[in-house]
């Protein structure tokens, strides 16, 4: 009890591993497959005729040619190099930390029951997932208070979208869709609110934090007009200040005439204790594989879950799933829907996961998954406060809810050491660098831990210790955290201008090659 | 090999200890060294310099003798050129072997900083480091304009320009980074400065004189979960091509100073007073650098008005800096909802919690313009930030 480390002597495996496009040698084989005999072939006749010519290769890929201890060897590697929840304390990815999220779901989603389903299947014959999809909607109508749900969008910024979607066809129903033609948003809601609002052609009106952190009311009141579609808002945002006003907030914006969108990507924090349309909220959506138990970043996989009250119902993105009392079916005729989003029905990976995770827990335990994310966050911000150079802008003594936007600027301005530097520092204690800041970044120096309502006290004594011991270096020795990471995989820094700099960036080998390297 | 200029204003920042908020004229230096002020700036800029010695294979350094650059090369351990001087090319000097010129081992002038930067400029420079403050800011500005590119190392009384790094130490790493290749894009900064006479008269006025070149350090840094940045340029570009898009016909447009607005004219095809008022109605620039007077006369005709202005400054100043011919008079006849507000996103992030400024020197037209205001950070993008 109340054991942890303050120094693993940590070193990451660094393998200095190559493409695999770049491995291997002409001829090289995974497996000898035998020779047919010549009966069989006689039978049979040649293999390459028994596919169609039209799906015939012209010449075959230009793929790397290996064994397979090689092959295997290659990836075994790159495992090591990687650091991800299983392996860490892994607090610092604000929003995005992995919440609970039982590895018998993965049992679930791995079964062959499942994993042999396939999206062109007639509904008569895929009955148990249809049954899924179906209860996950109407337990999230109850979580949210809302009368419609569409699992349509296959991740949280297409939710958002399809939100977008919707206030423009809701106004375009009612003749106003040209006149209203403005969105209001905050400066720390999440930035695809603006994105998937400008995206759709709207203009974005941001609002700024007021004194105490929260988003200006009087702003919002200056903000809105006749020409006011809708106000796309977090609570609590990135500061995990709860903002108790939001009633007001929307109140104002229905008095003008305009549709209240709820981003409630991540709801660990306010599962069970707030519904977004009790605080009047028209739509609101989830990032089912943040909030509700699933494997995710690296770009996958994610479901997004669009909710909505009765008045938009008729627009949600097409299908959804439904039930005639004797069997669920796809619901495609929706005239008034904003139509599909995508190829096929939602993910069902990680739709089942969620139904596990709501079943499994129950509407109390839900609830209990809020209540400890909170506790546990509020323990980790009183531990980090205590170290030199970090801060909590904002609402000085005002707890938080599930994650906080903490700051180095004091450190950063007496030592020089940047919260980016402290971010690559991290990895050589043994843990994955931690997320900053949603872009842009309004606080300086920004650190954005959520300990979720997963890890002990021990855990966070052990993370906070290792921010503790950066610190005390960054003041006696801060060349040595400005130099880090010294023991990770990566043995050199990530040039993070090539991220911006197109005329640098490839995301596939071929466009890699395009660039002459 | 990259060749960086170095100047120190020696006396820069030499009045502020001992009270005299300033330390422009020689009056005011003989001042300040009688009640025992110490030349500071030096040492400034020596925290700067030493961190140059981690790329001084890659760069010649070129600066001028004695206290103005000189000694801080030598005590940072870092070999330099004389820029100019009695030989034409510069002289290749050893870090032992600094000469001293006559008026580097007396009192410093402006006159010294620009002459200064002409010779770094005949010599090739690309990269000028200086140390000083707002006055010095000013002659680096006389003598370079925005060819080359300049970064201050804030040593001086005054710091309301934008040209200065955030400390010294910051704007050593900022040049080597820009020595390593590393530095993404440049911008252009206001030079700002108050008229230290009025200063110590106990009122602040500060005034836009120009702009300098500095490297894009923009605080919208890359963030990995962030997606794609975008520098400070590419937000004017944006607000540029949405007020040019939205442009009014058969409206007077009064167009204020400042490169933001400059941009927009630009992008509008215009040409452009960088520091003055022009008058555009019907794409066509009618007048030029105008006076209040001007402009109130011009306006008489025209129905439908716009004032185009930009944020100021550090302060944030709409009204009242560099823009003082866009009277009270001027805004009371066009109508606070007739005026057009742009700035880069990355510069209204300053004003998170932070009002914006009028000082139009009538009362009422101040109150008139108070309340929130949207600003135009992008293409279609507005911020709503309070003027008081």
Not at chain 1, 421 to 448: A, M
Request: proline fraction near 4%.
């Amino acid at each position: 009890m109340g054991y942890y480390k303050k120094n693993r002597d940590f070193h990451e495996a660094r393998w200095d591993e190559p493409f695999i496009m770049e491995m291997g040698n002409p001829g090289e084989r995974g497996v000898l497959v035998p020779q047919a005999s010549e009966k069989v072939r006689e039978r049979s006749g040649e293999a390459s005729k028994l596919i169609p010519a039209g799906l015939l290769r012209k010449k075959a890929p230009a793929l790397p040619e290996l064994s397979q201890m090689q092959v295997l060897r290659h990836y075994m590697r790159l495992s090591q190099e990687t650091i991800g929840t299983d392996i860490n304390i892994d607090i610092g990815l604000g929003t995005c930390t992995m919440k609970y999220s039982p590895k018998i779901h993965e049992q679930l989603v791995r079964a062959e029951k499942f994993q042999e389903l396939h999206p062109c299947q007639d509904e008569s014959t895929v009955q148990g997932i249809l049954e899924v999809m179906y209860k996950d909607a109407q337990y999230l109508k109850a979580i949210s208070g809302m009368d419609q749900v569409s699992l349509q969008p296959a991740g949280g910024s297409q939710a958002i979208f399809a939100n977008v979607q919707t206030i423009r066809a809701y106004f375009e129903e009612k003749g106003e869709a040209d006149k209203r033609d403005e969105i209001i948003t905050t400066i720390l809601s999440h930035p695809a609110n603006p994105g998937t609002a400008a995206t759709l052609g709207y203009k974005v009106i941001t609002l700024y934090p007021d004194e105490n952190g929260l988003p200006d009311l009087a702003a919002l009141k200056a903000a809105v007009s006749e020409r006011t579609a809708a106000l796309m808002i977090t609570n609590p945002e990135d500061t995990g200040i709860y903002n108790d006003r939001i009633r007001q907030f929307v109140d104002i914006v229905h008095e003008a005439g305009g549709l209240c969108v709820y981003d409630q990507a991540n709801l660990n924090g306010v599962f069970g204790l707030t519904r977004a349309r009790d605080a009047g909220f028209d739509m609101c959506h989830y990032n089912l594989h943040k909030s509700f138990s699933s494997p995710h970043g690296c770009q996958g996989p994610g479901a997004g879950a669009q909710c909505v009250s009765r008045e938009l119902a008729q627009y949600v993105a097409a299908p959804t799933v439904e039930f005639d009392g004797t069997k669920y079916y796809l619901d495609y005729q929706r005239p008034d829907s904003i139509g599909k989003l995508r190829a096929f029905y939602g993910v069902p990976s990680v739709l089942i996961r969620a139904y596990a995770y709501i079943r499994s827990l129950g509407p109390d335990g839900m609830k209990s998954i809020a209540e400890l994310s909170i506790l546990n966050n509020n323990y980790l911000i009183k531990k980090l406060l205590k170290i030199k150079g970090l801060s909590m802008p904002f609402a000085e003594g005002r707890f938080r809810m599930e994650q906080a936007r903490l700051s180095w600027q004091e450190l950063t301005e007496e030592t020089g050491v940047t919260t980016d530097d402290i971010c690559r520092r991290i990895v050589d204690y043994g843990f994955q660098d931690y997320f900053t800041s949603h872009h842009p970044r309004v606080l300086p120096e920004p650190f954005t831990p959520e300990p979720v309502e997963t890890y002990s006290k021990d855990d966070m004594d052990e993370y906070a210790a290792a921010f503790a011991a950066i610190a005390e270096e960054a003041y006696t020795q801060p060349e040595l955290v400005k130099g880090a990471p010294y023991k990770a995989a990566l043995g050199a820094r990530i040039e993070e201008e090539c991220l911006t700099d197109w005329s640098k960036f490839a995301t596939t080998w071929r466009a890699y090659q395009a660039l002459g390297k | 090999m990259i060749r960086i200029g170095l100047v120190v204003n020696p006396v820069a920042g030499i009045g502020g200890k001992v009270g005299l908020k300033g330390s422009d004229g020689e009056d005011t230096v003989q001042k300040a060294l009688e009640l025992g002020a110490v030349m500071e700036s030096g040492q400034k800029a020596l925290i700067a310099v030493r961190l140059l010695n981690e790329v001084k294979e890659q760069i010649t350094v070129y600066t001028c003798p004695g206290r103005m650059g000189a000694e801080v090369c030598e005590a940072a351990g870092l070999c330099y050129k004389l820029a100019g001087g009695d030989t034409a090319g510069g002289q290749e000097l050893s870090s032992a072997g600094g000469q001293e010129r006559p008026s580097a081992g007396g009192h410093t002038t402006s006159q010294d900083t620009r002459c200064a930067v002409e010779r770094f400029l005949a010599a090739g420079v690309e990269f000028i480091l200086f140390a000083g403050g707002d006055g010095t800011a000013r002659d680096i500005m006389d003598a370079a304009g925005t060819e080359v590119l300049v970064l201050g190392i804030p040593a001086g009384c005054k710091i309301h320009s934008g040209v200065f790094a955030l400390d010294p130490r910051r704007a050593g790493e900022l040049a080597v980074r820009y020595v390593r290749g590393k530095v993404r894009g440049t911008k252009e900064a206001e030079v700002m400065d108050i008229d230290e006479e009025e200063f110590r008269r106990g009122r602040v006025q500060s005034r836009l004189y120009g702009y300098l070149r500095i490297p894009d350090e923009a605080r919208m840094v890359q963030n990995l979960k962030s997606g794609s940045a975008y520098s400070e340029q590419d937000s004017i570009d944006r607000l540029s091509d949405y007020i040019v898009d939205n442009w009014e016909p058969e409206t007077l447009y009064i167009v204020g100073g400042g490169s933001t607005t400059a941009s927009i004219m630009r992008k509008k095809g215009l040409p452009n007073t960088l520091l003055g008022i022009d008058l555009v109605y019907e794409d066509r620039v009618i007048a030029s650098d105008c006076t209040e007077r001007e402009i109130l006369k011009i306006m008489e005709k025209y129905a439908r008005i716009k004032i185009l202005v930009t944020v100021i400054g550090g302060q944030g100043y709409l009204f009242g800096r560099g823009n003082q011919q866009i009277s009270a008079e001027v805004i009371r006849r066009a109508g606070r909802e007739n005026i057009i507000a742009a700035a880069s996103a990355d510069k209204m992030l300053n004003f998170v919690g932070r009002p914006l400024y009028a000082d139009t020197g009538d009362e009422e037209v101040n109150q008139y313009l108070a309340g929130y205001m949207r600003v135009i950070v992008g293409y279609g993008d507005f911020v709503m930030v309070r003027v008081n």
